[in-house]
């Protein structure tokens, strides 16, 4: 199993970026897809959520609503995350995560992604 991130970068405050997640080696259409977040010295945030059957069921902390669309694309096993109006406190690590029952335990953790945001 692989959950491959990408997309991640320096951007200043305001500022948008594209999060990629390749994912390999499972059933991708049988999961939920996530993305989780963790800055310096701060707990682990799910920040989105996606269900099998896609934009129609997702889910977003309040830290992000309105400001991050989570979609996937079933062709290419890929979920993306588009980042706008991007803040300094989005700054973290950014990693994928699946999950065949929606519980935020997660069956599979991928790779990281590093989004920081300047002032």
């Known amino acids: 199993v692989q959950l491959q991130a990408s997309g991640g970068g320096l951007i200043q405050s305001g500022g948008s970026l594209r999060l990629s997640c390749a994912a390999s080696?499972?059933?991708?259409?049988?999961?939920?897809m996530y993305w989780v977040r963790q800055a310096p010295g701060k707990e682990r945030e799910s920040v989105a959520r996606?269900?099998?059957?896609?934009?129609?069921?997702?889910f977003y902390s309040d830290s992000v609503k309105g400001r991050f669309t989570l979609s996937r694309d079933s062709a290419k096993n890929t979920v993306f995350l588009q980042m706008n109006g991007l803040r300094p406190a989005d700054t973290a690590v950014y990693y994928c995560?699946?999950?065949?029952?929606?519980?935020?335990?997660?069956?599979?953790w991928g790779s990281g992604t590093l989004v920081t945001v300047s002032s």
């Open positions: 995560a699946a999950e065949k029952i929606q519980s935020d335990s997660y069956d599979y």
């Open positions: 080696g499972f059933t991708f259409s049988s999961y939920w």
């Open positions: 996606i269900s099998m059957r896609g934009a129609s069921n997702t």
